[in-house]
């Protein structure tokens, strides 16, 4: 079992930047591809960003390309969303997620395929 805690939203201004956290427990983290996704209102939840369990694989959405960073420590057991240039449409809930297929070496998009989810932290950029 694996829980996820979120952190590090906020309101900013467009062109600022954040950097979102997701604290994880259970020692099969380490193990676990992760993912980022976001959900505006009105709207169905999004790939953002994945990484593989070793971090040898990101994936990210085209819209956050070249803006967003995903990256691990596994040894503090938490994931990252570094966000430059945050635009007003990135303004949404961001949500943290564990593929529950051990040392797997996919950065997955697929909402789907995500097995545990945190419980979110809101993102607002204002114009």
């Known amino acids: 079992q694996v829980q996820l805690v979120e952190s590090g939203g906020g309101l900013v201004q467009a062109g600022d930047s954040l950097r979102l956290s997701c604290a994880a427990s259970?020692?099969?983290?380490?193990?676990?591809?992760m993912g980022w996704f976001r959900q505006a209102p009105g709207k169905e939840r999004e790939f953002v960003a994945a990484?593989?369990?070793?971090?040898?694989?990101?994936r990210y959405a085209d819209s956050v390309k070249g803006r967003f960073t995903i990256s691990r420590d596994n040894a503090k057991m938490t994931v990252y969303l570094q966000m430059n240039s945050l635009k007003p449409e990135d303004t949404a809930v961001y949500y943290c997620?564990?593929?529950?297929?051990?040392?797997?070496?996919?950065?997955?998009?697929?909402?789907?395929?995500?097995?545990?989810w945190g419980q979110g932290t809101q993102v607002t950029v204002s114009p």
């Open positions: 997620a564990a593929e529950a297929t051990a040392y797997s070496g996919r950065a997955l998009s697929d909402v789907t395929q995500y097995d545990y």
């Open positions: 990484i593989s369990w070793g971090a040898a694989a990101t």
């Open positions: 259970g020692r099969a983290f380490r193990t676990y591809p």
